[in-house]
């Protein structure tokens, strides 16, 4: 198994922008997550999804959208990038909730945007 | 609000001690806690969670203190080495919910060869 994978590593964007983070996990995990992490601010959840079809926010979801297509992808949208969403984002996975068990992280998209 | 804090942003130790690595919560609705490692570059890794029905769980070289009358979470780590250095993050279930998970900021864990 890849477990969790996010794409790209690496990202520069302008104000203004869009694109599309990627993630994907092969363990057929119902629960998926985006959290992004920033320099003294621990993770803090942008949104998460439950299962195929259902999203829903988390703590910090302004300026981003989701959606959950398929239990294996949950691509985290950016519309409009703003200097304020230079982060780390990462994606994250569990069989059921994220607040009942484990959940397994993919390595990170580092985001600028100047 | 609620939130989970950690008392040492910074834990400078010696190979082969013993490391621990403390957490309060406030919110005492919370009942599932998990410790994560960070290393340089890389995105969380699991490394040990304890229920709120438990005060104390084991793994290998780890273990977790939950003392729920003072809303403290510990982790020990025994016999650090070397490749222990990370960030290590605890978070709880915010309040209970079974889908969201509040962190911490972080401690970061030297070790000195």
Redesign the interface.
């Known amino acids: 198994n890849a477990g ?1 994978t996010q794409t790209p590593k690496f990202q520069v964007l302008k104000t203004g922008q869009s694109m599309t983070l990627q993630c994907a996990q092969d363990m057929n995990h119902e ?1 998926m997550s985006w ?1 992004r992490q920033d320099p ?6 942008i949104h ?1 999804s ?1 299962g195929a079809g259902i999203t ?1 926010q ?2 910090v979801p302004n300026g981003y959208n989701v959606s959950r297509s398929t239990t294996e992808d949950f691509p985290l949208r950016l519309l409009s990038a703003a200097p304020s969403q230079t982060s780390v984002y ?1 994606c ?1 996975s569990s069989w ?5 068990d ?7 998209t580092r985001l600028t945007v100047l | 609000g609620e939130s989970v804090g950690l008392h040492l942003p910074t834990l400078s130790v010696q190979e082969g001690d013993n490391s621990i690595i403390n957490c309060a919560y406030s919110n005492s609705a919370s009942d599932y806690f998990i410790w994560y490692k960070q290393e340089s570059g890389k995105g969380p890794q699991f490394i040990i969670d304890i229920r709120s029905n438990m005060d104390k769980r084991q793994g290998q070289r780890v273990t977790v203190l939950l003392n729920k009358t003072v809303k403290h979470l510990s982790l020990q780590i025994a016999a650090t080495q070397p490749g222990d250095s990370a960030v290590y993050f605890c978070a709880e279930n915010s309040g209970g919910s079974n889908y969201k998970l509040t962190f911490g900021k972080g401690t970061l864990l030297t070790v000195n060869p």
């Open positions: 969790v629960y959290y003294g601010m621990g993770l803090r959840l998460y439950v829903d988390g703590e990462f994250a059921q909730g994220g607040g009942t484990t959940q397994y992280f993919g390595p990170g």
